[in-house]
């Protein structure tokens, strides 16, 4: 009968082999399959929530009430604006009657009242020196001394009439239809010259024939023959 084998006997005799870690740690689990999103709440429920709180109540300070220090900052911030605004309309109310005065002609005096003399000749005398001014101021009466060149007056005059200086040359009181040189005129403005009341030789007619004076029919004084306006009417002298 042959020996029976038994497995004590051999235990000992066989090796033992011991697996490392990591093939003895248990199969990792599957994962989870994910999750579906979840669909946003309707428009009725988001109403619903909550309202976020005031500014006010999550930091304590009134939202309409500036601090302090911005408020004394901005006060002084708008009163500069403010003060740069107010001189900026003063310039300009400024600038705009500056410009009024450079484009108005020069102002002329008021004429003379009869109830404001008691004597007709003194009268005469304002009067025709303030005809005179007018004359100058409003219608270019002159040059001073028609002698010289006066070159800038009678640009201007050539300028006037659209024609050349010579041309405008021509047209003098001496040649214009409201010069009036008659001889009862004539008398009358020797007889204003001259004055009575001195004791010498009476000049006055040497000064009307070297003037060559007349009396002006259009603004109402005595003016010399050699000097123009721009209101010259050709056709004279009136003799």
Excluded at 52 to 74: C, L, M, N, W
Excluded at 80 to 104: F, M
Excluded at 138 to 155: I, K, T
Excluded at 163 to 171: F, I, L, Q, S
Aim: proline share 10%.
């Amino acid at each position: 009968m042959p020996e029976s084998i038994t497995q004590d006997k051999y235990t000992d005799q066989v090796p033992h082999f011991n697996l490392p870690p990591e093939l003895t740690n248990p199969a990792p689990e599957a994962p989870k399959p994910a999750e579906a999103p979840k669909e946003p709440k309707p428009a009725t429920e988001a109403v619903a929530t909550e309202p976020e709180k005031p500014e006010s109540e999550t930091t304590g300070k009134d939202p309409e009430k500036p601090s302090p220090g911005i408020s004394r900052f901005q006060k002084r911030i708008d009163a500069e604006r403010k003060a740069a605004r107010e001189a900026q309309a003063r310039a300009e109310a400024l600038e705009r009657e500056l410009q009024q005065l450079k484009t108005q002609k020069p102002a002329v005096s008021a004429a003379p009242r009869k109830e404001d003399f008691t004597d007709v000749d003194e009268y005469a005398k304002a009067f025709a020196a303030y005809e005179k001014d007018n004359a100058i101021k409003e219608y270019g009466y002159g040059p001073l001394n028609p002698e010289a060149e006066s070159r800038a007056f009678w640009d201007k005059k050539a300028e006037l009439w659209a024609t050349t200086v010579r041309e405008a040359k021509k047209a003098r009181c001496g040649n214009c239809a409201a010069f009036i040189q008659t001889p009862k005129m004539l008398a009358c403005i020797e007889n204003g010259i001259e004055d009575p009341s001195e004791e010498h030789e009476n000049y006055a007619p040497d000064v009307v024939a070297a003037a060559n004076l007349g009396y002006c029919e259009l603004f109402h004084f005595k003016c010399a023959g050699d000097r123009t306006c721009d209101a010259w009417l050709v056709g004279g002298p009136i003799k």
